[in-house]
């Protein structure tokens, strides 16, 4: 059974940090595209950013200089490290898992950014 576990959300001051974690098992985690993507209220979900299975990452615009996403393949982990968080990044964050037979998603932590 196929499982990504999204953790590390919460609520953050303009300006803070977070660091998002999506732990998977049941699946050879290290042949995957791993991403992020994120779905505020009304929006449609968003690519946030993606790494590739050889570690090649690549942003959205509107996070690029600001979040950094990396993996651990020996963990089974991605990771989303967020700086400089503005209210505008506020959103469900989801990471998804990707190969070019299969996708599967996370259930997604809430990011709330707000003073």
């Known amino acids: 059974q196929v499982q990504l576990v999204e953790s590390g959300g919460g609520l953050v001051q303009p300006g803070g940090s977070l660091r998002l974690s999506c732990a998977a098992s049941?699946?050879?985690?290290?042949?995957?595209?791993m991403g992020w993507y994120r779905q505020a209220p009304g929006k449609p979900r968003e690519l946030v950013a993606g790494?590739?299975?050889?570690?090649?990452?690549n942003y959205s615009d509107s996070v690029k200089g600001r979040f950094t996403i990396s993996r651990d393949n020996a963990k089974n982990t991605v990771y989303l490290q967020m700086n400089s968080l503005k209210p505008e990044d506020t959103a469900v964050y989801y990471c998804?898992?990707?190969?070019?037979?299969?996708?599967?998603w996370g259930q997604g932590t809430q990011v709330t950014v707000s003073s």
């Open positions: 998804n898992a990707l190969n070019p037979q299969y996708l599967y």
């Open positions: 049941g699946i050879i985690f290290s042949i995957y595209t």
């Open positions: 790494i590739s299975s050889g570690g090649s990452p």
